[in-house]
C-alpha cells in the first residue's frame, strides 16, 4: 500500500505560480510511475502530466505543456508540479496517483485525497 498525501493548493491570481507536492509514504515510489490528475466541478477527472519511475520520461496535456513541471525526488519519496502562467481554467481539485502498471499504461493504483487550486482572473 502507498498513501499519498498532497499539498501546496491554495487561491493564486491568473498569471501566478504554485508548486504542488504530493507526499508518499507506505512503500518506497521508486517503484512506481507517477501522474498529476485534475478534476474542475461538474467534470471528469483528467490526466495532467506523468512521470517514469526513473523521472527520465514525462508527458503533459497539451494546454499544460510550457507552463507545468512535473518532478519526483525518489529519496524523498516526493512528486511535485510546478505551475506557471496560471490561468482560470486550470482551477481545479488536483490529485496525485501512483502506477504499478507500464509507463504507458492507463492505470493507475493509489491516489491521494486531493488539493484545490483556484486561479482568479
Known amino acids: 500500500q502507498v498513501q499519498l498525501v498532497e499539498s501546496g493548493g491554495g487561491l493564486v491570481q491568473a498569471g501566478g505560480s504554485l508548486r504542488l507536492s504530493c507526499a508518499a509514504s507506505?512503500?518506497?515510489?521508486?517503484?512506481?510511475?507517477m501522474g498529476w490528475f485534475r478534476q474542475a466541478p461538474g467534470k471528469e477527472r483528467d490526466f495532467v502530466a506523468r512521470?517514469?519511475?526513473?523521472?527520465?520520461?514525462?508527458d503533459y496535456l497539451d494546454s499544460v505543456k510550457g507552463r507545468f513541471t512535473i518532478s519526483r525526488d525518489n529519496a524523498k519519496n516526493a512528486l511535485f508540479l510546478q505551475m506557471n502562467s496560471l490561468k482560470p481554467e486550470d482551477t481545479a481539485v488536483y490529485y496525485c496517483?501512483?502506477?504499478?502498471?507500464?509507463?504507458?499504461?492507463?492505470?493507475?493504483?493509489?491516489w491521494g485525497q486531493g488539493t484545490q487550486v483556484t486561479v482568479s482572473s
Open positions: 507506505g512503500r518506497t515510489i521508486n517503484r512506481y510511475n
Open positions: 512521470i517514469s519511475r526513473s523521472g527520465v520520461s514525462t
Open positions: 496517483a501512483a502506477s504499478a502498471s507500464d509507463y504507458t499504461g492507463l492505470s493507475y493504483d493509489y
